[in-house]
T-cell receptor, first 115, second 113 residues
Framework: EAGVAQSPRYKIIEKRQSVAFWCNPI?????LYWYQQILGQGPKLLIQ????????DSQLPKDRFSAERLKGVDSTLKIQPAKLEDSAVYLC?????????????FGQGTRLTVV | GDSVTQMEGPVTLSEEAFLTINCTYT??????LFWYVQYPGEGLQLLLK?????DKGSNKGFEATYRKETTSFHLEKGSVQVSDSAVYFC????????????FGRGTSLIVHP
């Protein structure tokens, strides 16, 4: 079974530029998450999708971050304009269902450096 | 809201030493508890889980017991190997948190030969 695919693996941009990350979840997984992991901290949820609908985006900085999941499969996360504090690893995860004992499967992440 | 507190790292051990990484949690309802591991250059992967009080999750020689009375889920291994060097994340999922996995800050483990 193929895992969660993310691209690119690494990205370096200047502040105020824009950037986009792509995620392809495991086939058949209805739930998709984007997490931000700042160095030395645990992953923090940015947004959760159930199929192509947003379930929770309360921690997404909507003035600069946006995400979509067209057709309920692939997802993109965009930052525009980027700030220095956005430097982090952006993790995509998917799960078959939503529930208390449902395992989330993670991609390798995209490491973003804003200079 | 839901939260997870882990002991600070790094934890540095010699091969074959005993490992304990402490994890405590705050949650509404009855959460499920998880340990994820992140090896260098890789994504997070589930190590073990427990879904109700007194359950013990185990995998690859690692164990953790769900202790509701102390709201803890400490990770243990009797004899660590160099290949266990990684970052370990405690996490929970609960109805109060809309089942969104909530993570601790992670604990780095370094095992020397």
């Amino acid at each position: 079974e193929a895992g969660v695919a993310q691209s690119p693996r690494y990205k370096i941009i200047e502040k105020r530029q824009s950037v986009a990350f792509w995620c392809n979840p495991i086939s058949g997984h209805a739930t998709l998450y984007w997490y931000q992991q700042i160095l030395g901290q645990g992953p923090k949820l940015l947004i959760q999708f159930q199929n192509n609908g947003v379930v929770d985006d309360s921690q997404l900085p909507k003035d600069r971050f946006s995400a979509e999941r067209l057709k309920g499969v692939d997802s993109t996360l965009k930052i525009q304009p980027a700030k220095l504090e956005d430097s982090a690893v952006y993790l995509c995860a998917s799960s078959l269902l939503t529930g208390s004992n449902t395992e989330a499967f993670f991609g390798q992440g995209t490491r973003l450096t804003v200079v | 809201g839901d939260s997870v507190t882990q002991m600070e790292g790094p934890v540095t051990l010699s091969e074959e030493a005993f490992l304990t990484i402490n994890c405590t949690y705050t949650a509404t309802g009855y959460p499920s508890l998880f340990w994820y591991v992140q090896y260098p250059g890789e994504g997070l992967q589930l190590l073990l889980k427990a879904t109700k009080a007194d359950d013990k999750g185990s995998n690859k020689g690692f164990e953790a017991t769900y202790r509701k009375e102390t709201t803890s889920f400490h990770l243990e291994k009797g004899s660590v190997q160099v290949s266990d060097s990684a970052v370990y994340f405690c996490a929970l999922s609960s109805s109060g948190g809309s089942y969104i996995p909530t993570f601790g800050r992670g604990t780095s483990l370094i095992v020397h030969p």
